[in-house]
């Protein structure tokens, strides 16, 4: 069974803006919030049958409702999170304490290095992509590669809307890639054609990229995905994918949606 | 021209993910070049890859920009120690453990920035005056005790040659003797760059001065006339010889022979071999070619047309020489020390029918300067690539001929 680690959206509110979706006027709505939080946990759990590891959030550190970012854990190792802003940076102490009470074996960056977990390092099963500049050094991918010994190539997030690479590019259980291609450069596209062949790649179209359907999780034959992504949707029941739609709105007023909101847990 | 440049390093999967074209692309783009050095790609799909590239720009400011480019994309500068330096021990000696130049744009770092080398000739020793932020070359005789001269290789750089952008003999740089290699168009491709360089010194130009360093078998072949011509038409401004030269040319305007060898007739004339002796004799009891010719005792021929022209010559001594007449210099550090001086300014170098002034004259000229030897002995031209003057275009043929084809080239029609 799939686990997931999830925080849930008690103290989650606009505080300060750190990716064009945020705007502090455009406040949370926090019972809306709290509900639509809730929908999703209900459809990953039953319908999905993920199981969810939930941790205690913590009062005035709203985004550590987005999990992706924690950090990348692979068996039993946790390698923890360096984010960009310092806004974030105080999470990290958090998530590496709940890694090590798990019983993880904690793996730190050099901390120079910024790594923003599972939000910027995607994985099929043959190659791992690590979207860089916006959040993400290059430089932390090489790292990473040598001590999970895999292939990581890493990709250029070109436009600042889709600032981590889960926005804009979400690898499938059944080796398809949901992606939305103009949110990297052509060596970007190039590369993720030499791996990727065409009649594994589908297009989101831009709409629906800004919705953040490619910020969908993927597990077994399932895609629980943002409502309001049909043609999404269509590309995905085409490849025999069971599609759940949820409204995640209130979570997009900061630049996340489903997968933002969870990490997997090997 | 300042070159500016940064050595990068790069790893990862920089060659399946386009990170390595990128960056590349990048440099060009933004208006520099690159070397790659010390490429290793991995040996499977799944293996990291790595590469030290050199940066290259036309200024500081492009090669900040350029390295603010590429450093997103992981492009780690690799940051180089300032150069070592030690005070000569004693007068006319290197430290022990001294950088022996090349020809070749060199550079120095000191205190974190790189200087450009003044003077750069091969197989000098590097002075530097760290307070004033500047470094020269200095031959190992003229060093004096005390003065910093650089050790070791670290913090030192050399710039290979640039590709020139005109398309013509001299764009490869490189020494082919052949005498099987067809001459016309080297030859052409001499004399459009003399046109060139005529005009530009005309206009005031700098680096615009061409340089011949010859020998007398130019006399003695025949090709007095053509470089008299070559020489009153503004094509030539400073002039390399020995004592030779000088004065087979005087002796041919004064009894029309070279080395005795009637030069129109062309069978020795009696007592011709006294003529040259003659000839200095003459100079040296008027005291200098430049009197002989402003007297008109020496009219025509090639050192009648320098003095008129106002041709730098530097007339350096050999043991063998009679006279010697004057002006040549017979202390032979004396005489490259002032043939080293008028290398400045030149933008090509004509190295005609001598191994001791074409080898000469190679050893001071900076790689940067596109030179041409011509000598009828192929292994003229191999020895001067041999000795390290590989940028010097090799042309097996007679003196006479070259000199002859190439006026005719710019006009001369006798």
């Known amino acids: 069974m799939s686990r997931l680690l999830v925080c849930p959206p008690d103290y989650f509110r606009i505080d300060y803006e750190i990716n064009p979706w945020m705007r502090r006027t455009n406040a949370v709505d926090p019972s809306r919030a709290a509900d639509q939080w809730q929908v999703l946990m209900d459809v990953l759990a039953h319908d999905v049958a993920a199981g969810i590891e939930q941790m205690r959030p913590v009062k005035g550190l709203p985004d550590m409702v987005f999990t992706a970012n924690a950090g990348v854990v692979i068996g039993r190792r946790a390698l923890v999170s360096r984010f960009r802003y310092p806004e974030r940076q105080r999470e990290e102490a958090h998530f590496e304490r709940w890694f090590r009470e798990q019983g993880y074996e904690v793996i730190i960056l050099d901390k120079s290095l910024n790594f923003e977990g599972a939000g910027d390092l995607l994985r099929f099963p043959d190659t791992w992509f690590g979207g860089y500049r916006q959040r993400s050094d290059i430089q932390a991918f090489p790292k990473i590669g040598d001590i999970f010994q895999r292939v990581i190539i890493p990709l250029e997030l070109i436009d600042a809307r889709f600032y981590h690479l889960d926005t804009c590019f979400c690898p499938l259980s059944g080796g398809e890639l949901l992606y939305f291609p103009s949110a990297f450069d052509s060596y970007g596209k190039a590369a993720i054609a030499q791996r990727i062949s065409e009649d594994r790649r589908l297009v989101v179209p831009e709409e629906e990229a800004l919705r953040f359907a490619c910020n969908a999780v993927s597990i077994g034959k399932q895609v629980v995905i943002q409502a309001g992504c049909p043609r999404t949707t269509q590309l995905l029941e085409a490849c025999g994918y069971r599609t759940y739609a949820v409204q995640l709105d209130e979570f997009m007023k900061s630049g996340g949606a489903a997968k933002c909101l969870t990490l997997a847990l090997d | ?414």
């Not at chain 2, 290793?40 to 090669?63: C, F, N, Y």
């Not at chain 2, 091969?122 to 190992?140: E, F, H, N, Q, Y």
């Not at chain 2, 005529?198 to 001065?209: I, T, V």
């Not at chain 2, 094509?235 to 004592?243: A, D, I, R, S, T």
Request: proline content about 5%; aromatic content about 4%.
């Open chain 2, 1 to 414: 021209m300042t070159e500016s440049q940064e050595t990068v390093f790069l790893q990862g999967h920089i060659i399946d993910s386009l990170i390595l074209a990128k960056i590349l692309d990048t440099i060009l783009m933004m208006g520099g070049t690159f070397d790659l050095q010390d490429v290793k790609i991995g040996a499977t799909r799944d293996a990291e890859s790595q590469a030290r590239i050199v940066v290259r720009a036309p200024s500081s400011r492009v090669l900040g920009d350029i390295l603010r480019a590429v450093q997103p994309h992981g492009a780690a500068i690799e940051r180089e120690a300032d150069c070592r330096y030690e005070p000569a021990p004693a007068r006319g000696v290197f430290p022990e453990q001294f950088y022996a130049t090349t020809h070749l744009p060199t550079q120095v770092r000191l205190d974190g920035e790189w200087v450009e080398i003044e003077g750069m000739e091969m197989d000098l020793g590097i002075c530097v005056d760290p307070a004033k932020s500047c470094a020269r070359t200095v031959p190992m005789g003229a060093v004096t005790a005390g003065e910093l001269i650089v050790t070791g290789r670290e913090g030192i750089r050399v710039t290979p040659l640039a590709r020139p952008a005109e398309r013509d003999v001299f764009g490869f740089m490189e020494s082919v003797v052949s005498s099987e290699r067809p001459h016309q168009p080297v030859i052409a491709d001499i004399a459009r760059r003399m046109q060139t360089l005529r005009e530009r010194h005309r206009q005031g130009g700098a680096g615009a001065k061409v340089l011949l360093a010859g020998g007398p078998a130019i006399v003695h072949a025949g090709g007095r006339d053509a470089l008299t011509w070559l020489v009153d038409q503004g094509y030539v401004q400073v002039l390399f010889c020995g004592n030779a030269l000088a004065a087979h040319d005087m002796e041919a305007g004064l009894y029309g022979t070279s080395l005795g060898y009637g030069l129109a007739a062309g069978r020795s004339v009696p007592h011709g071999h006294e003529h040259h002796l003659r000839t200095i004799n003459r100079i040296r009891a008027i005291g200098s070619i430049q009197a002989a010719v402003r007297s008109g005792v020496v009219a025509d021929g090639i050192m009648a047309a320098c003095v008129r022209r106002d041709v730098k010559m530097v007339m350096a001594g050999t043991i063998r020489d009679d006279g010697p007449l004057p002006g040549v210099l017979t202390d032979s550090m004396a005489a490259q020390q002032a043939m080293r001086a008028e290398i400045r300014g030149i933008g090509l170098a004509l190295l005609v029918a001598s191994t001791l002034h074409a080898i000469a004259t190679g050893n001071l000229l900076p790689a940067t300067i596109p030179t041409v030897c011509v000598d009828v002995n192929p292994a003229v031209p191999t020895k001067l690539a041999d000795r390290g003057s590989f940028q010097a275009v090799g042309l097996v043929m007679d003196a006479a001929s070259f000199l002859t084809e190439l006026a005719r080239e710019l006009g001369w029609r006798p």
